[in-house]
């Protein structure tokens, strides 16, 4: 029998589709994930199932979409209930990854894998931890959603982390990959593993190393950035607690403290590259790299920019959804390819049992399917749309809708005024030019299809707000 691959799933918090060099960012500086991206395949039409981070994590453990596991927004660990923030209420959803979902770390363990959880969690506090969804070791990973009051340098304030014994100013990236590093190098040959590295990186507070940021600087003034328009003003922010704020877009990657965050972030997956290669492990490791939502481009500092994708993280546009993804397993994938398949969060875990050689269990991810045939060039994936549900306010903006792409062709309905849109990707991927009036069978195709998901995942949908005051008219 052939030895089975390890798996490593490296997930980046609020990374966006163009933080990379490999997908087109000329500021951002990533060597290590560009080499990594060269080594295997790489999507261009990759997926979120979600424009925040808990569904799409529970999504990827699940092989679910959000609205049928229930965790339709990301969960609000310290007990916050969403407000009526709009035109329409924020929905009911789960606040923790129900013990009747067989994660994806459990059916690896029970296939005779090792099971690593390093970083972030953010799917539930005491009894729904990694420990408690198949994962034998758990650094790093809580109820909390980002490093918290003490931020990326030491002492942290993470629960697990509190009483880490390091200097004061450790930066969390480097500290979970010392973990890594050691993991791997004890792993031993006799069973493989699989490796959930969930960094909390970039996730705010935008911070980084010194050193660095200054070289970002340097680099910002020698480009000209600092000299440039940087942000725009043009709308009021939808949710009722910040009517009269505008929504703050950035225009153009330019921000050297979140570039020096990114390249803290690329050193430590080198770390790793160069850990499995020291090993003997880089041949018979299968590593997929992705993120968990659009970069925040709209709010909260506006770190980054999704251009030429449209908005950012908590938006129904593309800049919400659409993902870096790539897959690399020497000698199995084929180096430097690239694939414009639509592909989504729940494909993940089928993919996964397939690369482990382990039985697909469809009563599970029921809304996924494998990547092999894409992987492996030997055909195409059956299903013909994806599907999205976001009924809540994003904190940056974007208002509570449902979406579904099929082909080329994109749909997104609007709850709180009942508006649609259609965008054909293939020659509108900013989704500037829409289509409903111009195409109205495709849309009411599309519209059909996107209702009847709904039904079919008792999809929660807003209640309109009767406390709900428009914002004031832009003079």
């Not at 703050?248 to 403290?257: A, K, N």
């Not at 080329?408 to 649609?420: P, T």
């Not at 991927?429 to 409903?436: H, K, P």
Request: net charge negative.
């Amino acid at each position: 029998m052939a030895k089975r691959p390890n798996i490593i799933l490296i997930l980046i918090d609020d990374m966006g589709w163009k933080d990379l060099g490999c997908y087109g960012s000329s500021f951002y500086e990533t060597p290590n994930i560009d080499r990594l991206s060269r080594s295997g395949m790489r999507f261009t039409d990759a997926y979120a199932a979600c424009p925040v981070c808990s569904p799409t994590r529970a999504s990827l453990l699940t092989g679910k979409y959000p609205a049928t596991v229930g965790i339709t927004d990301w969960i609000d660990w310290n007990g916050h209930v969403h407000p009526a923030r709009g035109a329409v209420i924020d929905v009911p959803y789960l606040k923790e990854l129900p013990s009747s979902e067989h994660s994806l770390a459990s059916a690896m363990r029970e296939g005779g894998y090792q099971t690593w959880h390093v970083g972030k969690w953010h799917l539930g506090g005491e009894g729904h931890l990694p420990q408690d969804h198949g994962f034998d070791v758990n650094i790093g990973g809580y109820h909390m959603g980002s490093p918290g009051r003490g931020g990326y340098f030491s002492p942290w304030s993470i629960d697990p982390l509190v009483d880490a014994d390091v200097p004061d100013g450790t930066y969390l990236t480097d500290y979970l990959t010392d973990h890594v590093v050691e993991l791997i190098t004890g792993a031993g040959d006799e069973q493989p593993f699989f490796l959930n590295l969930w960094y909390y990186s970039v996730h705010t507070p935008i911070q980084a190393k010194a050193d660095r940021i200054a070289r970002y600087e340097q680099k910002s003034c020698d480009l000209g950035l600092d000299q440039l328009e940087t942000f725009s003003e043009d709308e009021f922010h939808p949710c009722e607690h910040k009517k009269d704020q505008h929504v703050r877009r950035r225009l153009l990657q330019s921000d050297p403290v979140y570039a020096a965050m990114i390249d803290s972030l690329d050193e430590n997956i080198g770390r790793v590259l160069d850990t499995l290669n020291a090993t003997g492990h880089a041949d018979d490791t299968m590593i997929l790299f992705t993120s968990d939502n659009g970069g925040l481009a709209t709010s909260e500092g506006s770190p980054t920019c999704n251009a030429p994708l449209a908005e950012g993280k908590g938006w129904m546009y593309e800049g919400g959804t659409r993902e870096p993804l790539f897959v690399s397993w020497p000698g199995r994938i084929e180096a430097g390819s690239v694939c414009d398949t639509p592909i989504t969060s729940p494909d993940i875990y089928p993919t996964l049992l397939e690369v482990a050689g382990l039985p697909a269990l469809p009563d599970q991810h029921v809304d996924g399917e494998s990547l092999g045939p894409l992987l492996h060039r030997r055909g195409e994936l059956e299903r013909a749309s994806i599907f999205w549900h976001y009924p809540h306010y994003g904190n940056q903006g974007g208002t509570p809708g449902s979406s579904i792409r099929s082909g080329d062709w994109k749909l997104i309905e609007f709850f709180d005024d009942g508006r649609r849109e259609l965008y054909n990707l293939r020659l509108d991927i900013g989704e500037d030019d829409d289509r409903l009036d111009a195409e109205p069978a495709i849309a009411a195709d599309l519209h059909n299809q996107l209702a009847a998901w709904r039904e079919s995942v008792a999809a929660k949908i807003p209640a309109p707000n009767p406390t709900w005051e428009p914002p004031p008219a832009v003079a």
